[in-house]
């Protein structure tokens, strides 16, 4: 299939400091670990090595510099969640590790009908998101 996610690689300052909640993050949404290193971690799908997310650790003069997702680059990573109650179960998974909630689950109707999210922030404040969408033509229940 062309046109779906091949990989992301994400530049944090600390992959150390980062790695944990990308673990949770990503290992709840279906992705296994697929190793990681003193500068890098890396996450895929199944047994698969594609698609895949990495974390890098940042080098060079402004390697110590926050995130701004308004700036050229990233704006956030957002990933489908099964169900409502799945963006539920990630949202207090991130509450017992005191992740930074940007905002909890609600619904999202400008992004859609029956859009229902959780925003969260890594450690450098790049903005993360956990999204579901019902399918299109299912009634869904508020």
Avoid at 67 to 74: A, F, K, N, P, Q
């Amino acid at each position: 299939m062309t046109g779906f996610l091949h990989h992301i690689d994400l530049t944090v300052s600390d992959v150390e400091a980062a790695r944990p909640l990308y673990d949770l993050f990503l290992t709840h949404a279906g992705f296994t670990s697929k190793g990681y290193g003193e500068d890098w971690a890396g996450w895929g799908l199944g047994d698969k090595r594609y698609p895949c997310v990495t974390l890098n650790e940042a080098n060079g003069p402004n390697a110590p510099r926050r995130h701004d997702r308004y700036s050229v680059g990233l704006h956030h990573l957002a990933l489908r969640a099964r169900s409502r109650a799945d963006v539920d179960a990630l949202h207090a998974k991130l509450l017992a590790t005191a992740a930074s909630i940007l905002d909890p689950p609600a619904e999202y109707p400008d992004y859609g009908d029956g859009y229902y999210a959780v925003f969260f922030a890594d450690p450098d404040g790049i903005k993360l998101e956990y999204a579901f969408t019902p399918p299109e033509g299912e009634v869904r229940v508020s």
